[in-house]
């Protein structure tokens, strides 16, 4: 092969991977519109994210119930032995969704499922790689299914079976005789 021609291939591949490299790092990646910035956790199973244009939305876990967590003075100083059952428990669940959070880059895939009667997206919550956090609460014994979310959870038969597997490993609330679930809790 001619030397000039080898030149002008060798110039040509070069400047291809330059232009290629400003390219990709010059433009920003879009997004999936179901890819949401969580701005808060607010407790094991509602979140507030917002979308690409900055919209807020509230998010209540589809599917699950976690353990409440104190929201004022007198229940953080509550000196019952069921709020301090419950708001521990809450207070694992929380922390935990605020590691997957973080483990997900502080991004999660929603599956909007329904709305409730407070506005909140009742929702299926997903990393971005996948893990399917109502799974790894459930499955962690730090919450439980909520049969009434069920008809709106086309991933109910997971949670179902992370939670058989969290009774019989007596996991998280499983292995605690003295846990109310959170819906009996509320109703008190």
Not at 25 to 30: E, F, I, L
Not at 91 to 117: F, S
Not at 123 to 138: C, D, H, I, M, T
Request: proline share 5%.
């Amino acid at each position: 092969m001619n030397p000039n021609k080898i030149a002008l291939a060798a110039k040509i591949t070069r400047l291809s991977a330059v232009v290629l490299l400003f390219l990709l790092s010059g433009c920003p990646q879009k997004l999936p519109p179901n890819n949401y910035a969580v701005k808060r956790v607010s407790d094991g199973d509602t979140l507030v994210a917002s979308d690409s244009d900055g919209k807020d939305i509230k998010v209540r876990f589809a599917c699950i119930d976690a353990p409440e967590v104190p929201h004022t003075n007198a229940e953080k100083n509550s000196k019952k032995a069921a709020d301090k059952n419950q708001f521990k428990w809450g207070t694992q669940a929380y922390q935990k969704m605020e590691q997957l959070v973080k483990e997900g880059g502080g991004r999660v895939v929603l599956t909007v499922t329904d709305t409730d009667r407070y506005g909140r997206k009742i929702s299926e919550v997903r990393l971005p790689n996948g893990k399917f956090a109502q799974e790894v609460l459930v499955r962690e014994g730090l919450a439980m299914v909520y049969v009434p979310y069920l008809k709106n959870c086309p991933s109910a038969s997971i949670v179902q079976q992370a939670e058989a597997e969290a009774k019989k490993n007596r996991r998280g609330v499983w292995g605690d005789s003295k846990f109310v679930p959170a819906w009996k809790f509320r109703k008190k």
